[in-house]
């Protein structure tokens, strides 16, 4: 039995115990495989270190400043882990950020330049003056079943149709994902549910993606039409705070990186969530 069927069965087990049949056979479906960055394990990710950009590329920059390289995604590598829903199968990417404050939270269109993917062949470059630098970190990758956050619009459908889920699943999903990231460790992933900080990434990837300004303190109204679209996003690489790089996005704060299906990396939307 391979680690993400195991898995399966635990969850199986654990709602069971607090679920009618017809409920657990609502939300397993729901589950979606990620990979956790930060576990043991021979095949990893390096976060930080020296920058890479394809040859004769030039320094990605945002409103006059020198983004900041936040690592590279050996997919090709990775792939050996099994396969992962939205997850390239092949290539490296290079992922670049204006980390530092005041940093683009991508809330509007007019920060699409805060924020770059590099793929193709990459190679090592040294950084212009202003650039953040992070020491490097490897991370051990390690498949796991994501579940969605409470927040979501889909967890919240099911109460509408079973009253009193969304109480019960809120605690049972702090328990896996106190499961899945043991000891505070930080919550860097890829692929699968993001584990939210504030509200869904994907409504806001939808709206500040085609012009439109967010408020953070105000909900999104969307069409139904648009509620399709959003659920369209979906986490390509969720990066937290980590003492070890010097990332400080909020506490807690995560930066997600979301995209489409059958979308090149480059055009994949970012996004920031803080208290």
Known sequence: MDQLEAQLQRL?????????????????????????LGAESAVGVRLGGAPLLPAGERWPEWDGRPLDFLG????????????????????????YYASEAPRPW???AGQRDGWRIFTG?????????????YSRCRLGAAPYLSLPSPQEPIVRR??????????????LYAAWSQHSWPDERPAHQLGGWPALVQRPVGPDCLYASSGRDL??????ALSPE???????????????????????????????????QNEPLERTWLTVQAT
């Open 106 to 108: 991508g809330d509007s």
């Open 215 to 220: 408020d953070s303190f105000k909900p999104i």
């Open 158 to 171: 099911l109460e509408r149709i079973y009253s009193g889920v969304v109480a019960v699943y809120e605690q």
């Open 226 to 260: 648009e509620e399709s679209a959003a659920a369209e996003w979906r986490l390509l690489l969720q990066l937290d705070s980590d003492h070890r790089l010097g990332w400080f996005w909020g506490d807690p704060g995560r930066v997600y990186f979301c995209g489409r």
């Open 121 to 133: 062949r990459l190679r090592e470059r040294t950084a212009p003056s202003g650039v953040s630098t």
């Open 12 to 36: 199986r087990a654990l709602f069971g115990l607090f679920f009618e049949p017809e409920v657990v056979a609502a939300l397993l479906p729901l589950t979606r495989p990620a990979l956790r």
């Open 72 to 95: 590279a995604i050996d997919f090709a590598e990775l792939a050996v882990l099994g396969e992962i829903p939205g997850l390239p199968a092949t290539g490296t990417a290079a992922f």
